[in-house]
C-alpha cells in the first residue's frame, strides 16, 4: 500500500468529506489487498462512490481486477451503485460500524465474493447489491442489531468461530484463512468439535490488520507463509505443542519486535523470519534442532543470537545482513557447532559459518579454516578488509555479497573455488585471484562500483555469466591464456573499460558479453575468431576489433564491429631510423588507423617495460622519437596494443 493515501486514491471533496472514487493506476499497480483510510488530507472519508473499484469503470477496472480483499472504515456511510460491480477477484470485504446504506448492484456479479463481514448494525441494502454472489455470506458481530436469517438475499451468520476458515481430515482441523477485523486474535483450539492442529499455508497472509495473535496448545505446526506480510503484527503467543513453524511463516512482519519460543519447537524453517526489521531479541529454547537459510535474515534491528545445545542444522545466511547484530554465540555443549570472537563455526571451526553484520574493521580467519560458508560475511556493510588464510579452499555462493565497505581482499594461493555472487556488489577497489583457482562462479563480482583493476590467475577457463557486469570502475584487466568462453554478459556495464585483450585460446564468446561498455574502442585478439553472435558488443557503436597476421576467420567485421589486421613493423631500413635532431627514432608502418604503444626497456636479462610513447598510425605510419635515449647505456623497444 502507498504511504500516502491521496497518492493512492482518486476522490472527490463535498461538504468537507471525501468521496473515494477509484485507484491510482500508476502508483500501486499490483494492488490485492486494500485497506481504505478513515481519513484523507483531514477530511473524513464518508463514502465509496459509484464504479470506483467496477471493473466496468475504465479508469478502474485494472485495479478491480486485482483486488481481492478490502477493509471499509468506520467513517463510511455509504456505499454507493455499483461501486464493487463485476469485481471477479475480490473474495472478502469488512465493512466498519458506520455503513447505513449499500445501493443496487453494489457487490452483483463478483463471482469469488464470498464473505462480507460487517462491524455494526444491520445497514439497509437494496435487494440487488449481491446479485449473482452466489459463494457469498454475510458475517456480523454478535451483539450487533437488525440481522435476520438473509440480507439482500444473502445467508447472514454471527462471526465468532466463523471468521477462521478451515479444512478437516483424520479427525483434526487446520486453519486455511481469515475473515475476520483483526486486533488482538486468539486462534481457536477447536473448530466444529475437532482439535486445531496446524495453520496452514498462507492462512493469514497479508493481513495488515492483524496485530496480535495467541496460539494454542494444540496447534503443532505453522504453514509456509502462514503470517507473511501481517505488517501490522506486534506479538506473537506460541503455545506449547507448537513444534514446527513454516518456510516465510512470518517474513516481512516489520512491526513484531520480540519472540520467545517455546521448547518444544524443533524446526524454524527456510526465510521464517526474514525482514522482520523490528525485531531485536530471540529467546530460542533448547528443543530446537533445526534453522532454515535465511531464517532471520534481513532483520535490521536483531543484536544478539544463542545458539542451544541441540541446534544440528544451520543454513545458510541464516543471520545474514542484519547490521545491528554483533555476536552470535553457541552452548558450549552443542556438538555441531562453535562461536570464537562472536562468530560462528562448525565444532571444529573447519568452517566459517556466519560472521555477524554489526562487527567492522579488519578480519583475518583462523587458520583452522578451510571453508568460507554461503552467505557467510553477506551485508556486512562494517567490514573493511579480510586475509584468507592458505588453508582455505573454498569461498561459498554469496559469501561476501553487500559487504560496501570492503576494499581489500588478500587471497592465499591454496583457494581453489569461488561461489557465485561471492563478491558481488561489494566495495572492492582491486583484486588478484591466485593461479590455484580453477572455479570463478557466475555473477561473482557483479555491481562493484568501485572495482578498477583484477588480475585473473592462470588456473581459469572461463569467464562466467554476468562476471564482471556493472563494474562501472573497470578500466584494466588481464585475461590469462587458458581462458576459452567469455559469458553471457561477462562484461556488460562495465562504463569506462577502454581496451581488452583475450587470449589465443579464447574461442568461444557469448551473447551481451561486452554490452554497454559506453568506454570501449578496442577489443584485441591474440587468435583465430571465436565464435559468438551480433548481440555481442551490445550498442558498444565506438569498439573496434584488432586480429594479428597470421590468424584466420576474420572478416571486414566481428558482430557488427569493423575489423582491423594488427600489424605495426619498425622501418629499421628506412631513412630516419636512428639518430636524429630530436634523438634516436623509427618509423612504425601498418594498417591504417591501428593504434600502437611504444615500450622501453634498458636491461632484457631482467626486463621492465615501460610505456614511453602511445601513437595512432594514420595513413599506415607514424614517427617515433625518443629524446630521453642519451639516459641510458642501452635502450632497447617493443611494439604493443594498448
Not at 125 to 134: K, T
Not at 374 to 390: E, N, V
Request: proline share 6%; charged share 10%; net charge negative.
Amino acid at each position: 500500500m502507498c504511504a500516502m493515501a491521496q497518492e493512492l486514491f482518486t476522490y472527490e471533496v463535498g461538504d468537507g468529506a471525501i468521496t473515494i472514487t477509484g485507484l491510482q493506476n500508476e502508483c500501486c499497480p499490483a494492488a490485492t489487498e486494500l485497506d481504505i483510510p478513515g481519513t484523507i488530507a483531514g477530511l473524513p472519508v464518508t463514502c465509496v462512490g459509484k464504479w470506483a473499484f467496477s471493473r466496468v469503470s475504465l479508469e478502474t477496472w485494472q485495479n478491480s481486477y486485482r483486488l481481492s480483499s478490502v477493509s471499509i472504515p468506520d467513517s463510511v456511510t455509504n456505499i454507493a451503485e455499483e461501486a464493487f460491480f463485476y469485481s471477479p477477484v475480490l473474495t472478502n470485504v469488512l465493512i466498519g460500524s458506520g455503513v447505513t446504506a449499500i445501493g443496487d448492484q453494489a457487490f452483483a456479479l463478483s463471482s469469488n465474493l464470498t464473505s462480507i463481514c460487517f462491524r455494526g448494525n444491520a445497514p439497509a441494502v437494496d435487494p440487488s447489491a449481491f446479485n449473482s454472489d452466489d459463494a457469498l455470506t454475510v458475517y456480523y458481530l454478535p451483539g450487533t442489531s437488525g440481522w435476520g436469517p438473509l440480507l439482500a438475499g444473502r445467508p447472514t451468520l454471527p462471526l465468532t468461530s466463523a471468521q477462521f476458515l478451515c479444512t478437516t481430515g483424520d479427525a483434526t482441523t487446520v486453519i486455511t484463512g481469515y475473515i475476520g477485523f483483526g486486533g488482538a486474535v486468539s486462534l481457536p483450539a477447536e473448530l466444529d468439535g475437532l482439535p486445531v492442529t496446524s495453520i496452514g499455508d498462507a492462512a493469514f497472509q497479508n493481513c495488515a490488520r492483524l496485530a496480535s495473535v495467541t496460539i494454542p496448545d494444540s496447534i503443532g505446526s505453522l504453514g509456509d507463509s502462514a503470517f507473511e506480510s501481517c505488517v501490522g503484527l506486534t506479538n506473537v503467543l506460541f503455545g506449547a505443542g507448537v513444534t514446527n513453524i513454516g518456510a516465510m511463516a512470518f517474513a516481512f512482519c516489520p512491526s513484531l519486535t520480540n519472540l520467545t519460543f517455546p521448547a518444544q519447537v524443533a524446526v524454524i524453517g527456510d526465510s521464517a523470519f526474514l525482514g522482520c526489521n523490528a525485531l531485536t531479541n530471540l529467546a530460542l529454547d533448547t528443543g530446537l534442532t533445526d534453522i532454515g537459510p535465511e531464517a532471520f535474515a534481513l532483520c535490521s534491528s536483531l543484536t544478539r543470537v544463542a545458539i542451544p545445545r541441540a541446534v544440528a542444522n544451520i543454513g545458510s545466511g541464516a543471520f545474514s545482513q542484519c547490521p545491528m547484530l554483533s555476536a552470535i554465540t553457541v552452548d558450549p555443549l552443542n556438538p555441531c557447532y562453535s562461536s570464537a570472537g562472536g562468530v560462528l563455526f562448525n565444532r571444529d571451526q573447519s568452517a566459517l559459518l556466519a560472521f555477524p553484520a554489526g562487527l567492522a574493521g579488519a578480519y583475518a580467519p583462523p587458520n583452522s579454516v578451510t571453508i568460507i560458508g554461503d552467505d557467510a560475511f553477506a551485508g556486512c556493510s562494517g567490514l573493511t578488509s579480510i586475509t584468507i588464510p592458505s588453508t582455505v579452499a573454498g569461498i561459498g555462493v554469496d559469501a561476501f555479497i553487500g559487504c560496501s565497505s570492503l576494499a581489500d581482499v588478500a587471497l592465499s594461493n591454496g583457494v581453489l573455488n569461488i561461489g557465485d555472487g561471492a563478491f558481488s556488489v561489494s566495495g572492492l577497489t582491486n583484486i588478484a585471484i591466485p593461479d590455484s583457482v580453477t572455479n570463478l562462479g557466475r555473477w561473482t563480482f557483479s555491481g562493484c562500483p568501485n572495482l578498477a583493476a583484477i588480475t585473473l590467475g592462470r588456473g581459469l577457463h572461463c569467464i562466467e555469466e554476468e562476471e564482471f557486469e556493472d563494474c562501472s570502475s573497470l578500466i584494466q584487466m588481464d585475461i590469462p591464456q587458458g581462458v576459452t568462453n567469455i559469458g553471457y554478459a561477462a562484461f556488460a556495464g562495465c562504463a569506462k573499460l577502454t581496451n581488452l585483450t583475450l587470449p589465443s585460446t579464447v574461442t568461444g564468446i557469448d551473447t551481451s558479453a561486452f554490452a554497454d561498455c559506453a568506454s570501449l574502442v578496442g577489443i584485441y585478439f591474440e587468435g583465430n575468431a571465436p565464435a559468438g553472435d551480433s548481440s555481442m558488443f551490445g550498442f558498444d557503436s565506438a569498439v573496434t576489433v584488432y586480429y594479428l597476421p597470421g590468424t584466420t576467420g576474420w572478416g571486414p567485421t566481428f558482430a557488427g564491429a569493423p575489423t582491423r589486421l594488427w600489424n605495426p613493423t619498425v622501418q629499421a631500413a628506412g631513412p630516419r631510423f636512428g639518430l636524429g635532431s630530436q634523438g634516436f627514432g623509427f618509423t612504425i608502418r601498418g594498417t591504417e588507423s591501428i593504434p600502437v604503444l611504444v615500450e622501453a626497456c634498458s636491461n632484457l636479462a631482467n626486463p621492465t617495460w615501460t610505456a614511453v610513447a602511445a601513437t595512432t598510425l594514420a595513413g599506415g605510419s607514424a614517427y617515433f622519437y625518443d629524446p630521453a635515449w642519451t639516459n641510458y647505456s642501452i635502450r632497447l623497444y617493443r611494439l604493443r596494443w594498448p
